[in-house]
Structure formats: C-alpha cells, structure tokens
C-alpha cells in the first residue's frame, strides 16, 4: 500500500472558498476582470430643463413633482438610518462567525409584541400536549426531570445558565442570519439552528422507522415553535448515527458526517463501552474542535462516570449547555402497569415496535416506538425553555444585539489537559492532543484530515483519495462479490453481517435507514493500493504547499481504520499481512502499532502508523 501526500487548497471555479472559525464562508472573490458599462449609444440626449431648453406648464409640474420625490426619498433615507440599532458592532468574526465593529451596520426589524405573545401561546399549548401525554403536569414534570439532566457551572454569572446558553445559541443564529443578508453571496433564506446527532444503532432507530427515531421527533415538536417569528429560525435536524460502531473512528470525523455548520451534537455509544468515560472524553474534544465551538453537547446514557466527566468540562468553562438524556428509566413503572385504556397517551403501546414484526433491529436493548416518542419530547422541551428564554431576552433588553456579540464562546483551539490517562491505547496525541510547549496546562488537537467510506457523510468520500489499485464494480453493493474480482484490484464492499442485515431490512421497504459499513476488501492477488493522503488548507490550518517540505510538516500520523465487523483469525491481520509505503519509502514494521482500548470494537483495532 503506497501513499503519496496531496495537498490541495479547496476551490470552486475561481472562488476562495477559505472558512473561518465560525464554520460561515468567508468573503469570497470572484476571479477575472472587472469592466466598466457602456451606454449602447453614443451620445445622451440633451436635458429638458436646462437653460437652452423651452419652459412651459407641464415642464414645471414635472419638476415640482421631482423635488417632492427627492425630499420624500431623502427622509426615508434618513429614517432608514435612524432604524439601525447604533449598538450593534460588526467587523472581526468571533468564534461563532459573527463580526466586531468595522462592517456595514446591520438593520434591525422592530419587535412586534404580538409576534411575542403568539409564540409564548403555542408554547404554552405545546406544554399542555406534553403534560396530558404524560400523564398530567405533576407526573409529566417529574418524568422530565427523570428522563434530562443538565449541567451547571457553579462560577458562571446567575443568569448565564445552561438554558440561557441555549438561548443564547438562538440569538446568535439570527445574528449571523441579519449578517448574511449584507453579502451578495449569502445562500440563506432562514436563520438555521444545526442539530446533528452522532452515535450507534439506538439513534438510527433499529426496529423502527428511520423517522421513528428521536431526533425526528424532537424535530417535528420543536422546528414550528422555531420557525415562529420573532426568532424565525429554521430547524435543520440530522441523525448520522451508523449502527454497530464505537466513538472511534467515528470521532475523528465529525465534521465529514454531522456538518461543519453544527449548533449541536450528541453522543451515543454507551452499549459498546461499559461504563468508562474514556471514549466519551476524546470524543467531546474532537466535538470542541469543530468550527461553531463549544457545540451544544447531548449525551444518551445517564451513567455516572459520563456524568461527572460532562460536569467537569462544566466546571472548567468548556461545555457552557451540555444535557444527559435518558428513556425507559424516566417513567414511573407504576403508570406502566395500568391497564391499556388507563395509561397516559404517551405510554400507551409501550411494547409495540414501530417497523412490522420481524424487522431487523428489534432487540431488548433498543427502544420501541413509543420510548423513541419520549425521548424526542423531553429533548424538546429543553429546548422549547431555551425558546422562551430568547424571547424573555429579545423582550425585555433592545441592546441584545450588542451583547450577544460581545460574548465570544469560541475556545480558540484551547483545551484543558485530559481528565482521563489514555496512554495505554499507543495513540494519546490523536485522542486527546498535546499540551502546549509555553504552558503544560493548555493542551491543542492537532488538526485532523479524514476520509471516510461509512455512511452517510456529507463531505470527505474515501474515494477522493484513491489513486489505484481499486476494482471498479457497478453491481448493487448489497450484492454478493465474486472472489475472482478481488484478483486485480481492491473492492468497494460490505461485509457478510451487514450485506444479509440490509438485505433483510430490503424485504420491509428499507425502512428509511441511509446508515452504511462500506469498506474497501483486499486479498494478496489485489494488489498496491495506493492513496493520496489529503491535507486541507484553511484560515484556521494556514501552513502552505511545497514540494520542499517534508510530509512531516502536515502530519503526525496516518491512521488506518480495520473492516468494522466480526471475524475470525484467519482473515487478514493488518499488522503482519500489509505493507506501507508513505512517499515511496517503505515503512518499518517498528512504526506501525495498534490503537487499544478506547478505539478498539470487536476485537478490531486500527493501524497507527
């Protein structure tokens, strides 16, 4: 296996697609000349109301009338001007995309006081829904309680807590929207709140429908309160989540499957990693690393080192509106046990799956229908508070604006040293980065390329890189490969788990999952696999192209991640059956080791060279 460094400035036909802290587009040029208008004739015609020209009635009438436009324009200009909120700095993005003082000023709509109480109706209807599904307010109340956890910071100010940090991540969605509008280039119709969610089998929503899952959920309680004006925000949900996979790899590129435009990420992989918080730490500082940093952070599991763990990263100022989100164990097992036309409307068909019986997915530990319906609402009102929170905000404190922009969130790429040894797993610096060589108490994450062939990912395909060596097969991935067409190349494929799991979810229309394990297979007749190995140029990750410097200038490691399913000893072993080559020269053996632990799943480990 050869790999060749590739690095390669991101473009669009001329245009300087270069992204800053904040995930938002810079300014972009567009390349080629400017040239001046010409009048497609060669003279003007002369002007009526000059001295030369004859006055008569209807010449007056029509001049007249003119400065009475002009005064008219020039007063509206003038309370155009007046209009514009004289607080609101523009300029120098923050961290989150927004600008200082500098730029154009941003106009401001007037608050309309019945917009204000429109939206506080609905979400007052929406509470009402919630606490007569649940079995009415007090026990719906103590359910949520139950069911979500949040997390304070003691020395924070008392009215920036964790709802208020939400709401906060509103108010900065409708900034950057009131600021796109200014650029030509903008390709926003709405102020858009990200939520992306990460994680395993349980957030795709085996045994369900794909749209049973709880994010949807969420999504379909909370994205017409949003949407209400005055915040007039627009709900983008994702579920990412890929069944049957660790935090690792799957870590290393949040971006390329959640969306470098993430507001909010969640972490779900408390069935593949005990009890331990390992996992759940690197993964949390991989998510301080994306552009919108610190993302709104949503774990599913309620296990106390995760708790601790999310409450420490509270506790140092990292994690400003973390939530711990449970399910079954939030209801009161009394109203579980009434008689079915006794049971609150949400617990009602508790055992009942939502996809046909038989479905693959419908395991003990995944849950049904109705427990997917219960997350999705306690999720949502959290988030519906945070909603009447911004509201509170915009209601009451017409300079907002100003200090919304005045609080940068942004960690600047600073972290605290790790609260948990990961030594042990050989690969420390990529799991949990370095601390900085001025001071051993600021810890970085290097910067991290990832290509990945799982689905679904939405930048960042692992076909970019390959150069060679790969068969190419248009036959339907869920369709078994002849072993003679691994002879002259590597093969995209699905192992044999997958392959009869997806072909089975077939049979009951797909049951909308988009989640996917594709993987490139090799037998020793496949050959050289060779692989450009990306490097992005960005503003955050300057460091320029040359063909004078080493590969070692862009990188630290290259890390190769093992087929993710169940085998046996006698398939291949990456460390002893592979060979490496990295710019032409051979890679020792001494140089290739196994990460362990924290990025290990069925007994599968990935190659760290």
């Known amino acids: 296996m050869e790999m060749h460094r590739r690095s390669k400035a991101p473009s669009n036909n001329g245009i300087d697609n270069s992204t800053n802290s904040s995930g938002s587009s810079a300014k972009r040029n567009v390349g080629g000349s400017s040239s001046s208008l010409r009048s497609k004739h060669n003279s003007r015609p002369g002007n009526p109301y000059s001295a030369a020209s004859q006055t008569t009635t209807t010449d007056i009438i029509l001049f007249r009338s003119l400065q009475i436009l002009l005064v008219i324009t020039v007063c509206w200009f003038l309370s155009l001007i007046i209009s514009v909120d004289p607080t609101t700095p523009s300029g120098t993005p923050n961290g989150d995309g927004l600008r200082g003082s500098g730029s154009a000023s941003i106009i401001t709509p007037l608050l309309d006081p019945t917009n204000i109480a429109n939206a506080r109706d609905q979400i007052t209807k929406v509470r009402e829904e919630f606490y007569t599904r649940y079995g009415g307010k007090p026990e719906a109340l103590d359910m949520l309680k139950r069911g979500l956890r949040t997390f304070e910071n003691e020395k924070a100010a008392k009215d920036m807590g964790s709802v208020r940090s939400t709401a906060d991540r509103y108010l900065r969605s409708i900034l950057r929207f009131e600021e ?276 679904p990912n939405m930048f960042g395909n692992f076909d970019s890189i390959i150069e060679s060596g790969v068969t190419k097969d248009e036959e339907d991935m869920l369709q078994s490969r002849d072993d003679s067409l691994f002879n002259g190349g590597w093969v995209m494929d699905v192992g044999k788990v997958e392959r009869e799991t997806k072909v089975k979810v077939q049979k009951y229309g797909g049951l909308g999952y988009i989640d996917m394990k594709t993987a490139l297979y090799g037998i020793p007749s496949s050959g050289t696999l060779k692989l450009w190995l990306p490097y992005e140029l960005s503003a955050t990750n300057p460091v320029q192209s040359s063909g004078d410097l080493l590969a070692g200038i862009y990188f630290n490691s290259v890390v190769f991640c093992e087929v993710n399913e169940k085998r046996g000893n006698k398939e291949c072993n990456m460390l002893s059956d592979l060979a490496f080559e990295v710019g032409g020269a051979a890679v020792a053996k001494a140089g290739v080791t196994q990460i362990k632990g924290v990025a290990s799943y069925l007994k599968k480990t990935f190659v760290f060279g």
């Not at 949040?254 to 069935?271: H, K, Q």
């Not at 005990?274 to 949503?298: D, H």
């Not at 049971?343 to 009942?352: I, T, V």
Request: overall charge negative.
């Open 180 to 455: 796109n509008q200014s650029s030509s280039l903008s390709a926003f119709q709405h102020a858009e709140f990200v939520m992306a969610f990460g994680g395993y089998s349980v957030t795709v929503g085996r045994g369900n429908h794909f749209e049973q899952s709880y994010p949807f959920i969420m999504e379909k309680i909370l994205a017409p309160i949003l949407a209400l004006p005055p915040l007039g925000v627009k709900l983008v949900v994702r579920n990412s989540a890929i069944g049957g996979i660790p935090s690792f790899p799957y870590g290393w590129c949040l971006p390329n499957f959640l969306g470098e435009d993430a507001d909010a990420v969640s972490w779900d992989y408390g069935m593949n990693e005990g009890n331990g918080a390992a996992g759940l730490e690197s993964y949390v500082r991989q998510a301080l690393m994306m552009p919108k940093s610190p993302p709104m952070f949503i774990l599913l599991d309620m296990k106390r080192p995760r708790l601790d763990l999310l409450q420490k990263y509270v506790n140092m100022g990292f994690l400003p509106d973390p939530v711990a989100l449970g399910g079954r164990d939030a209801v009161n097992k009394k109203l579980l046990q009434l008689p079915e036309t006794d049971k609150p409307p949400g617990l009602q068909k508790w055992d009942e799956w939502g996809a046909p019986k038989g479905s693959p997915g419908q395991s003990p530990w995944h849950p049904k229908k109705m427990e997917h319906e219960l997350m999705g609402w306690m999720m949502a009102m959290h988030m519906i508070d945070a909603v009447e929170v911004a509201l509170n905000v915009m209601e009451k404190d017409p300079n907002w604006r100003e200090k919304v922009l005045q609080q940068n969130p942004s960690l600047g790429g600073e972290l605290p040293a790790p609260v948990i040894d990961v030594a042990a797993s050989g690969a420390a610096s990529i799991l949990h980065g370095a601390p900085s060589t001025d001071d051993s108490s600021k810890w970085h994450m290097n910067h991290v390329s990832c290509r990945t062939s799982f689905l």
